[in-house]
């Protein structure tokens, strides 16, 4: 007979209960779990009954954690962070040329200077296999949390995460939301106040992407109200395409648009006050201290140095 840790512990009991806290939606934590319904709802149920309470209740259509759920939940944050440390301290003792290292680009990142620097770490240490996964804020959060990748590339500061104290970051580069256009009548300006943004249709990124969040922020600060979007884009890429093709106006990241070379009836101001942020390296604290990961990081600083990430990506450009 099995004992009541080996109940709660066995199989994917866990994982189906952090998936159901996250979405707080029976059919949507299925889905993403590939599973049924019935079959989720029997797993929580089967938990209850091991722990002797509820987990979860409802106020109409809303799911809510009880009290027993969130000491369920916080136990199970403990034991996953337990999990991870163990494992963390175990590959401190690998090699620093040999593994697997998984990167979680946020997909609203340029790309294409990590592309460059994976094919030249490739030739270095062919015998360390690297992963690059385009993600969402959300996937990244998610999977830095799980262990599922070793290092995030992404925007700061990210007042969505509370809790930042499992994490450490290193900087990649200062970056500035430009204000893309097509009004040749202000080709002349190198900034623009918020409220001069003409009132025409903007292309932008999905409000849950992190530089859609920031921008609604200063227009909110501004108390100027928030330019139309009649199109929703996830990649720069895609946001300037539809820009130039379409006249709609955006706004991208410098180190994206000096990438790009000059577009035709396009023009760049910055905002006035200036969007700023950072990009950088986020992983889990003790992370850099696992040989390859210490060595994939101390090589892009050597990347770097060589080239900075703007001629890199001015340079990768004029080879396409």
Do not use: C
């Not at 992404?154 to 900087?171: A, C, F, G, T, V």
């Not at 859609?212 to 227009?219: G, P």
């Amino acid at each position: 007979m099995k004992s009541k840790q080996e109940s709660i512990f066995s199989s994917k009991t866990l994982t189906y209960f952090l998936q159901l806290s996250e979405t707080m939606n029976y059919t949507q934590a299925a889905q993403i779990l590939g599973i049924t319904q019935p079959a989720l709802t029997q797993q929580i149920k089967k938990l209850e009954r091991t722990v002797g309470a509820r987990l979860f209740y409802s106020v109409g259509k809303k799911l809510r954690l009880t009290d027993a759920g969130y000491t369920m939940l916080d136990a199970t944050h403990k034991i996953y962070d337990v999990l991870n440390d163990a494992a963390d301290e175990i590959q401190q003792s690998t090699s620093a040329t040999q593994g697997d290292i998984n990167v979680g680009i946020l997909a609203s990142v340029e790309d294409s200077v990590f592309e460059d620097f994976t094919i030249q770490s490739y030739r270095e240490n062919p015998d360390v296999k690297i992963t690059l996964h385009m993600l969402t804020r959300k996937e990244i959060w998610d999977k830095l949390e799980n262990n599922q990748i070793d290092l995030a590339i992404m925007y700061l500061p990210d007042e969505s995460i509370k809790n930042w104290k499992p994490y450490e970051s290193k900087r990649i580069i200062s970056d500035d939301l430009l204000f893309i256009h097509h009004d040749e009548k202000l080709s002349k300006k190198k900034r623009i106040k918020f409220a001069d943004t003409p009132s025409r249709p903007w292309t932008t990124y999905p409000t849950n992407y992190y530089l859609n969040h920031v921008m609604r922020e200063a227009y909110k600060n501004a108390m100027v109200d928030l330019p139309v979007s009649v199109s929703q884009f996830t990649t720069p890429q895609q946001l300037l395409r539809f820009s130039t093709q379409t006249g709609a106006y955006t706004a991208l990241p410098n180190s994206f648009v000096v990438g790009q070379g000059p577009q035709e009836n396009t023009w760049t101001a910055r905002f006035e006050p200036n969007i700023r942020f950072e990009l950088a390296f986020v992983f889990r604290s003790g992370k850099d201290r696992i040989p390859r990961i210490g060595h994939f990081l101390a090589q892009f600083d050597q990347y770097l140095k060589t080239k900075d990430y703007l001629a890199r990506l001015q340079e990768i450009q004029q080879n396409k």
